[in-house]
């Protein structure tokens, strides 16, 4: 508890990224999905996480919170070659979370995600996530 409270303590002195930087996480975040969504286990997308959401969630926990992208074979990465569209410019919480929140131009369904990153240096880590499908008529 006390490492947490440290890098949150840290990263209350550096601010909101910048949008390019928002961007690059996002995309990181959702190509890791991705390539755990395909491989059918989230062991790897794990290893990526926060401190902070390695300690309240286990890879049991998110296969089967994810399994509907799995049962589907939802192939995200195509994603990469595209540009996420960030909703609203993003300030963090009082508690240093930075919440990013958008979508991906795609059809016929829109990838919609909401990450949540905390400040463990040297980087953002992400701290929670929920990705989407909504159909687009």
């Given at each position: 508890?006390?490492?947490?409270?440290?890098?949150l303590?840290?990263e209350?002195?550096e601010g909101v990224p910048?949008?390019?930087?928002?961007?690059?996480l996002?995309?990181?975040?959702?190509h890791d999905?991705?390539?755990?969504v395909?491989?059918?286990d989230?062991?790897?997308?794990y290893?990526t996480?926060?401190l902070?959401?390695?300690?309240?969630v286990?890879?049991?926990?998110l296969?089967?919170g994810f399994?509907?992208?799995?049962a589907?074979?939802i192939?995200?990465?195509?994603?990469?070659?595209?540009r996420?569209?960030l909703?609203v410019?993003?300030?963090?919480d009082k508690?240093?979370?930075?919440?990013?929140?958008?979508y991906?131009?795609t059809?016929p369904d829109?990838?919609?995600?909401q990450?949540y990153y905390?400040?463990?240096?040297p980087?953002w880590?992400l701290a929670?996530?929920?990705?989407n499908?909504i159909p687009?008529h």
């Amino acid at each position: 508890v006390a490492d947490i409270t440290r890098y949150l303590a840290m990263e209350k002195k550096e601010g909101v990224p910048s949008v390019r930087k928002q961007i690059a996480l996002v995309k990181r975040s959702m190509h890791d999905f991705a390539l755990s969504v395909n491989a059918k286990d989230f062991t790897d997308f794990y290893h990526t996480l926060s401190l902070t959401w390695q300690q309240i969630v286990t890879v049991p926990q998110l296969n089967k919170g994810f399994n509907p992208f799995i049962a589907n074979k939802i192939n995200l990465l195509p994603l990469d070659r595209l540009r996420p569209r960030l909703k609203v410019a993003h300030q963090r919480d009082k508690n240093g979370v930075l919440e990013l929140e958008g979508y991906y131009p795609t059809k016929p369904d829109r990838v919609k995600f909401q990450f949540y990153y905390v400040y463990e240096a040297p980087e953002w880590k992400l701290a929670g996530a929920s990705v989407n499908l909504i159909p687009m008529h």
